[in-house]
């Protein structure tokens, strides 16, 4: 059995590599993978599913074969508190007669399936263009137009044929999207639309509750079974919408109350394991109203609203900076790149933001959340560090800023990044990155497993930190692993996030599996 | 979820709402990782191959390591073969396999590569292999595409010795199963003396221990010069009519080797007829150990039977592996209700109508259906229990019903794919696990005065 010839990095990839205090010169980074590279990267309309997908009470439809709707559902756990319609996969599932003859006219049948055959009207349509799409020139447009016609509800193509650009170019495709949506902000339609859906609703309730039950021939626990299973439906009616009204509600009150004294939009956050609450429940505490989170736990309403906040955050600049340009340059709106990923970035981004609003009592607020809350997070963290200094860290995420947060992180927890990487990142993320780190880092763009494999086992990294591809690869090499992708299930964001990450890392770096793999057989 | 879905069921044609199958590279992705030192190879854009090593990762939660031809807008306009050459000249430059299996994908077919052209032209180093196969994402589902895989490794690689001359052996499919599964079914060849073929073989690929190394091709997956032995067995055994017959009509085709298509052993019914037909053909006996087994799972299921009779199931999933369950669980006195599978194919309702031929109870079958449907089946007609992949845990959360997970893919537990179902081995560990899932609904239930040590 050979063994690959890893560390022989393609010529062509050398460029993509390097090592901090050695090279001169810049990363080449924000191309294509190589052909027949081993890349860990996904294509355009990846990028607009995972920015788009989180609007919970649109339907996403994918237009396309089965699999690029299958292998995206439900691939983001962005927590919602309303609808959940996001949650649901819905797919044109081309076929080969549709490759041939176009998949217009099935689109257009999907679309009538969609609103005359099924028992909620959405309001909004995102349909997604993939690969073959693009290749065999379906006009979404056309249909979309057609369709908005035909039922008066909005639909939106989301122009992300996979083979057309890198992961970025979908977020732009799903930042137009939103900005389409955006556009009718002022469109009356809407809430006429809404009003008739919440009477809708209502009959419905009344219907189904009002409606007598045939209890001939059943013993009590087959009548005990119908009336639950009526309360459960009715239930399931009520409860998307006892959500919303609740916040609403909360939200005037607090309006009225003067409680907010400022509007914003909080932008490239997908509320993952409920990150976007978290730093909803800071903005509130400050005396801030959130009008739209763009695109964790958002809704259609919320997103039509948002041209009226004064000023955008943004979280996740790589997906999200496009649409905060845009909004300046459509609506005026002012942004500020922001980071709550770590605690000194928690810190003043907070800070920054209250300034930035030029208000007297946030600002105070602010000074006195973090007096609240700070004290008992650097004890905690204190605690961790005793687990975690002399740690080495290797590195290899998705998006720059996530990667550029870690770096800071384990600097402040003692913990030594031996290798960083990213999937996307641009010049001058990988110059900040050359920054934050130590000689002898090795600094790669777009890697292979073989890559990581071989610097992970040179620099004798304790951790690996990526997403789900990489996690088996670091298990094998008997290597720690902390999630920092789509699918982790702890919040990393705020005063609860710098713990959560030193809290999992301990988990993983100090649990006691990577001692057995040696000790028995060998000992 | 829940305000989606009505009671009232009305046909859909066209559009597909929670799919129960995905797409045709991810089963020839599959297949490939079954030969030994292969690297499966994409041709077309990045992000299918991502999604399929990810997906594949998330249900073995091994390394799935596979490279694509990164498709660009260029390649898009004026095909692959560039794309494709300079793929293979990295591949073997950097990543050294000894295979390279190449699937398709809806944009390269859309286009109209000729791969069989474009590796004809080229230059395949010494001593190495490349195969590929047809699999466009929008003909069938990932079960074709893995027979399609299989089907090119016959095609390109089987061969047969001049004289003819039998090697007395078996070939055989397992079909699209876990390397447990593959484990068990190469036990029960071994315990029979039989000497065997089996393709492909992803035990010791995608099961392989921790030491500490990681090897980018294990040792596991079954080798070149097995396949070209395949022309020269006495037979090929292909277990699963979807997954596996094809590529063993194929053979026959090729050299005369005879295919015994059969369900996935998956139940005493199906486990009894594998050993038979491996009985008929080699004329070895069933060991005693393997008898014993057979003999210790009638025993379990004596022991439980009233648990499961009229128990009322609905089963969803690969075509494969649900025929199989239904048959399973008709015999342990349960009702399938519903009976349903992504994958399109007529074959399908009309093998399960014919297993529910002596049923006096509503049920529904489908092929080419979709969990939003099952969902509606289950609100008009409610069961006891849920078979299938993890992708029904939101209707099975959401109605209330214990979940077993059998089958592709299993995304939220772990040990599945190192254990077998099938055999009498697997049957017993699917009995405890519904079994369990029965009782723990029922203790849970049960209010605490009347719960019982004793079930």
């Not at chain 1, 009008?291 to 004064?310: L, M, N």
């Not at chain 1, 890392?505 to 000992?523: C, F």
């Amino acid at each position: 059995m050979k063994s690959p010839k890893s560390n022989e990095a393609l010529a062509e990839r050398k460029d993509f590599i390097m090592t901090k205090g050695d090279n001169k010169g810049n990363i080449k980074c924000d191309q294509h993978s190589l052909a027949g590279a081993v890349s860990q990267r996904a294509c355009v309309y990846s990028g607009a599913r995972v920015v788009l997908n989180p609007v919970k009470d649109a339907y996403h439809l994918v237009h396309g074969p089965i699999g690029c709707a299958s292998y995206t559902w439900d691939i983001r756990g962005s927590l919602t508190s309303g609808a959940d319609f996001f949650r649901s996969s819905f797919s044109t599932d081309l076929r080969e007669k549709d490759i041939v003859f176009g998949g217009e006219a099935k689109l257009e049948i999907v679309i009538e399936e969609l609103m005359e055959k099924e028992q909620y009207k959405p309001e909004v349509i995102f349909i997604y263009s993939t690969c073959v799409v693009g290749v065999i020139g379906d006009d979404l447009k056309a249909v979309a137009r057609k369709a908005e016609e035909k039922y008066g509800v909005r639909v939106i193509p989301v122009e992300s044929s996979g083979f057309a650009g890198t992961k970025s170019k979908g977020y732009k495709a799903a930042c137009e999207a939103l900005l389409n949506l955006m556009s009718d902000f002022k469109a009356e339609s809407n809430r006429v639309d809404s009003n008739k859906k919440a009477a809708d609703r209502k009959n419905k309730i009344k219907e189904i509750s009002d409606r007598s039950e045939d209890y001939t021939g059943m013993n009590t626990k087959e009548k005990i079974r119908v009336l639950q299973k009526k309360l459960r439906y009715i239930n399931s009616l009520q409860t998307g919408k006892a959500i919303d009204d609740f916040k609403n509600k909360k939200i005037k009150e607090q309006v009225e109350k003067g409680k907010y004294r400022k509007k914003i939009n909080l932008l490239g956050d997908y509320n993952l394991a409920a990150e976007g609450w978290i730093i909803e429940n800071y903005l509130n505490e400050v005396g801030i109203e959130l009008v739209a989170r763009f695109t964790g736990d958002s809704s259609i309403k919320d997103i039509r609203r948002a041209p009226t906040a004064e000023l955008n955050i943004v979280q996740c600049a790589g997906s999200m900076k496009y649409l905060a340009k845009r909004m300046q340059q459509e609506f005026g709106i002012p942004f500020l790149e922001i980071s709550f990923l770590g605690l000194q970035d928690s810190l003043d981004s907070l800070r920054k933001i209250a300034r930035f609003l030029d208000d007297q009592i946030i600002i105070n607020k602010v000074e006195k959340l973090i007096a609240r809350r700070l004290p008992d997070t650097e004890a905690k963290l204190k605690i961790y560090k005793n687990y975690l200094a002399g740690k080495k860290a290797a590195i290899y995420v998705g998006g720059a800023f996530k990667a550029i947060s870690l770096v800071k992180q384990f600097n402040d927890l003692g913990i030594k990044t031996v290798m960083v990487g990213t999937q996307n990142g641009k010049e001058s993320d990988y110059e900040e990155l050359k920054e934050l780190t130590d000689s002898g880092t090795i600094i790669l763009d777009d890697a292979n497993p073989s890559e990581l494999e071989v610097f992970m086992r040179e620099k004798g990294a304790d951790v690996l930190v990526g997403g789900v591809k990489d996690r088996a690869l670091a298990y094998k090499m008997g290597i720690a692993f902390f999630d920092h992708n789509h699918e982790r299930k702890h919040p990393l964001v705020g005063f609860e996030g710098v713990v959560n990450l030193a809290q999992e890392l301990d988990l993983t770096i100090n649990s006691p599996i990577w001692k057995a793999i040696r000790s028995g057989i060998d000992e | 979820m829940q305000d989606l879905v009505p009671e009232e069921y009305k046909e859909r044609n066209s559009l597909v709402i929670n799919p129960v199958k995905t797409c045709q590279p991810i089963g020839a992705m599959y297949a490939a990782l079954g030969i030994h030192g292969a690297l499966p190879h994409s041709h077309g854009s990045q992000g299918c191959c991502s999604y399929h090593r990810m997906h594949l990762t998330k249900h073995f939660r091994e390394p799935v390591v596979a490279s694509s031809s990164s498709f660009t807008e260029g390649a898009s306009v004026f095909g692959g073969r560039a794309n494709l050459e300079t793929a293979l000249k990295n591949i073997f430059a950097v990543y050294d396999p000894e295979v390279v299996a190449i699937n398709t994908t809806c944009l390269s077919e859309t286009i109209g590569d000729d791969i069989g052209s474009i590796i004809n032209g080229y230059d395949v180093p010494e001593g190495k292999t490349i195969i590929h196969a047809s699999t466009p994402s929008y003909v069938g589902s990932h079960i074709s595409g893995f027979s399609n895989m299989v089907k090119a490794m016959i095609k390109q690689l089987s061969e047969k010795n001049k004289d003819a001359k039998t090697n007395n052996k078996l070939n055989l499919i397992p079909g699209f199963v876990d390397p447990g599964d593959i484990r068990e079914i190469k036990r029960i060849l071994e315990a029979m003396d039989i000497d065997y073929i089996l393709f492909p073989d992803q035990s010791d690929v995608l099961d392989t221990p921790l030491d500490g190394n990681y090897d980018m091709y294990p040792e596991g997956g079954v080798t070149i010069p097995e396949l070209n032995d395949t022309g020269n067995s006495q037979a090929t055994i292909a277990l699963g009519e979807f997954a596996s017959s094809d590529p063993a009509f194929e053979l026959e085709k090729k050299h005369d080797v005879k295919p015994y298509t059969l369900k996935s052993p998956v139940g005493i019914k199906a486990t009894d007829e594998f050993l038979m037909q491996l009985m008929k053909l080699t004329g070895k006996e069933v060991p005693a150990e393997i008898e014993k087994e057979r003999g210790q799972l009638v025993d379990i299921i004596a022991d439980t039977h009233h648990q499961f009779h009229g128990k009322k199931v609905a089963i969803y999933g690969d075509p494969d592996i649900v025929i199989s369950l239904t048959e399973f669980v008709l015999s342990l006195g349960m009702r399938p209700a519903h009976v349903l599978t992504g994958t399109p194919d007529n074959k399908f309702e009309k093998i399960v109508e014919e297993m529910m031929e002596d049923a006096d109870w509503d049920y529904n079958i489908t092929a080419g259906g979709d969990l939003f449907q099952l969902h509606q089946w289950i609100k008009n007609d409610p069961v006891d229990l849920m078979l299938g992949n993890s992708y029904g845990k939101l209707v099975a959360k959401q109605e209330d019903i214990p979940l077993v997970r059998v089958g592709f893919p299993i995304l939220d537990r772990t040990v599945h794919s190192y254990l077998p179902t099938v055999g009498y081995k697997g049957a017993m560990l699917l009995l405890e696990k519904i079994s369990g899932a029965l009782l723990d609904r029922r203790d849970r239930d049960t209010d605490i005065q009347l719960t019982e040590f004793v079930l």
